[in-house]
């Protein structure tokens, strides 16, 4: 099995909805996506996927996020706009591009701070 890391990022607003303290306010991150894929597989040139086809397809997903309120942009109009959601949400957008290549996406971690991150993985 191979494992494949890209990163990137984004600038977005948000503010959580119901939580008691100060990210109840308007703020904004500097996010940044670290995205993970396995592959049984190497293609005829030795490659699981392109590290560029992958980044494209990264900032395909998370491009409408970027410099937006995420608080609203579906789904985030209706659950909380956590590093926790993004990442699930990012997982999510991601499986559904990938799932005709020889890849899968196993994980997806949203960096909020140097310091605090979440991970989705199934």
């Known amino acids: 099995m191979y494992e494949l890391t890209i990163e990137s990022q984004f600038a977005a607003a948000h503010q959580l909805r119901g939580y008691k303290g100060k990210c109840e306010a308007m ?16 293609n005829e040139i030795g490659l699981a996927i392109d590290f560029n086809d992958l ?4 900032n395909e997903v998370i491009m409408p996020l970027d410099h937006a309120l995420l608080n609203e942009l579906f789904p985030f109009t ?5 590093s926790e ?10 499986r559904k591009k990938l799932d005709n290549r020889n ?16 991970t989705y993985f199934e």
Do not use: M
């Not at 703020?27 to 190497?42: D, E, F, K, M, S």
């Open 55 to 58: 980044k494209n397809v990264t």
């Open 85 to 94: 959601n993004i990442a699930k949400w990012i997982f999510d957008s991601l």
């Open 27 to 42: 703020h904004g991150h500097n996010w940044r996506v670290q995205v993970t894929v396995a592959a049984q597989y190497l």
């Open 78 to 82: 209706e659950i909380n706009p956590s």
């Open 103 to 118: 890849i899968s996406c196993t994980s997806v971690t949203v960096w909020e701070s140097e310091t605090a991150s979440a």
